[in-house]
T-cell receptor, first 115, second 112 residues
Framework: EPEVTQTPSHQVTQMGQEVILRCVPI?????FYWYRQILGQKVEFLVS????????KSEIFDDQFSVERPDGSNFTLKIRSTKLEDSAMYFC?????????????FGPGTRLTVT | QKEVEQDPGPLSVPEGAIVSLNCTYS??????FMWYRQYSRKGPELLMY????GNKEDGRFTAQVDKSSKYISLFIRDSQPSDSATYLC????????????FGRGTQLTVWP
């Protein structure tokens, strides 16, 4: 069964450094998302991406964050100048075509620890 | 933001019990309602997906939506220890892009 994959599973970085989290969405899906979950809190939407551009972003997704689909399979989240409060699980999700399916499938997540 | 409210529990039940999990929401624009299951430090796994009001059944799971009350439920019949996980409700406004709004999740333990 197709699935969303994410690498690395755990990333430790020092405050102020840049990190890139990687995702391979389900092939033939068209819509891509990043969410994050701070320990003990809700899963929060960060950004959605369609047709090679950002479709929607939350108030969390400021200039510190960027997303890219560098090729036909990968989808990345870059966090510049990381802060302690960026420590969280980051989930990538993907969704199929524009009609019918509203079901988002999530990857296993990358646990980001900022020290 | 309190658009989606979900009692975090924890909820502990014996094997075979019927489990009822609930969420309330405030935004009447929500049209699509989902339940995800999440094991510790793993990604959310889609369980059920419903559109608008009504019931949907899938094996031991039944999802219920009452849009007039802004209330959704997930029932698990004949619960098993393997059902032990955190259950997240999620909903979207129904635009094609489909940003999801999640509840906090309810932690469920089913003991043998």
């Amino acid at each position: 069964e197709p699935e969303v994959t994410q690498t690395p599973s755990h990333q430790v970085t020092q405050m102020g450094q840049e990190v890139i989290l990687r995702c391979v969405p389900i092939s033939n899906h068209l819509y891509f998302y990043w969410y994050r979950q701070i320990l003990g809190q809700k899963v929060e939407f960060l950004v959605s991406f369609y047709n090679n551009e950002i479709s929607e972003k939350s108030e969390i997704f400021d200039d510190q964050f960027s997303v890219e689909r560098p090729d036909g399979s990968n989808f990345t989240l870059k966090i510049r100048s990381t802060k302690l409060e960026d420590s969280a699980m980051y989930f990538c999700a993907s969704k199929g075509g524009p009609t019918g399916s509203y079901e988002q499938y999530f990857g296993p997540g990358t646990r980001l620890t900022v020290t | 933001q309190k658009e989606v409210e979900q009692d975090p529990g924890p909820l502990s039940v014996p094997e075979g019990a019927i489990v009822s999990l609930n969420c309330t929401y405030s935004n009447s624009a929500f049209q699509y309602f989902m339940w995800y299951r999440q094991y510790s430090r793993k990604g959310p796994e889609l369980l059920m997906y419903t559109y608008s009001s009504g019931n949907k059944e899938d094996g031991r799971f039944t999802a219920q939506v009452d849009k007039s009350s802004k209330y959704i439920s997930l029932f698990i019949r004949d619960s098993q220890p393997s059902d032990s996980a955190t259950y997240l409700c999620a909903m979207s406004r129904g635009s094609t892009l489909g940003r999801l709004y999640f509840g906090r999740g309810t932690q469920l333990t089913v003991w043998p």
